[in-house]
């Protein structure tokens, strides 16, 4: 749903194909929310819970959600870095 927020807001993007097989636990993931998880991936808003694993079956904490609420803002140009 995020992800479909931010696409609404047109951010400015790096360039090029971001790639996801970086993820060993990638594969899982239902092939509609690779492109939004994908645009995550490209702002840097969610970059994984690891250098290889992505969490997409785990459940957020608290924490991990206000990091991605903030960055999302920050992404936007809605809030100071």
């Given at each position: 749903?995020?992800?479909?927020?931010v696409?609404?807001?047109k951010?400015?993007?790096?360039?090029?194909?971001t790639?996801?097989d970086?993820?060993?636990d990638i594969e899982?993931?239902?092939?509609?929310a690779?492109e939004?998880?994908?645009?995550?991936?490209?702002?840097?808003?969610?970059i994984?819970t690891?250098?290889?694993?992505?969490?997409?079956?785990?459940e957020?904490?608290?924490?991990q959600a206000?990091?991605?609420f903030l960055?999302?803002?920050?992404?936007?140009?809605?809030?100071?870095?």
């Amino acid at each position: 749903m995020l992800a479909a927020v931010v696409a609404l807001e047109k951010p400015s993007m790096t360039e090029g194909f971001t790639r996801l097989d970086g993820y060993k636990d990638i594969e899982g993931v239902d092939a509609v929310a690779l492109e939004d998880i994908r645009l995550m991936v490209n702002l840097q808003i969610m970059i994984g819970t690891s250098d290889d694993t992505f969490g997409p079956k785990e459940e957020a904490t608290r924490a991990q959600a206000a990091v991605v609420f903030l960055r999302t803002l920050q992404r936007l140009g809605m809030i100071d870095k």
